[in-house]
């Protein structure tokens, strides 16, 4: 289940890899957890809550948020599942 989790998480920051390898780009690093609370905290209380989240972060906040406070931690995030990364085909 966390590895789903983690996937979604993942696939969230991919289409930004995804799109940058495809212009030419240099790949973007996936934010930090600073810096995904600089973005979506909304009420800036240093906490993440499933109100200010969008995409796959919202879709699985449940499945995220371990200690059912309401909230996503940089713990939480950190220990969720790596996805597999599969073999893209190539044109």
């Known amino acids: 289940m966390k590895k789903i989790v983690f ?4 696939m969230f920051f991919g289409i930004t890899f ?3 390898q495809q212009k030419g780009e ?3 690093k996936p934010p ?3 810096e995904m609370l600089k973005e979506m905290d909304k009420d800036d209380d ?3 809550s499933k109100a200010e989240l969008k995409g796959p972060l919202k ?3 449940t499945k995220i948020d371990t200690d059912e406070d309401g909230f996503l931690s940089k713990e939480e995030l950190e220990k969720a599942p790596k996805p597999e990364r599969k073999e ?3 044109d």
Not at 7 to 10: H, K, N, P, Q, R
Request: proline residues 5%.
């Open 88 to 90: 893209r085909k190539r």
């Open 32 to 34: 930090t957890f600073s």
């Open 7 to 10: 996937t979604a998480v993942i």
């Open 59 to 61: 879709d699985d906040f």
């Open 18 to 20: 995804s799109n940058a």
């Open 46 to 48: 240093g906490k993440l």
């Open 26 to 28: 240099k790949p973007q």
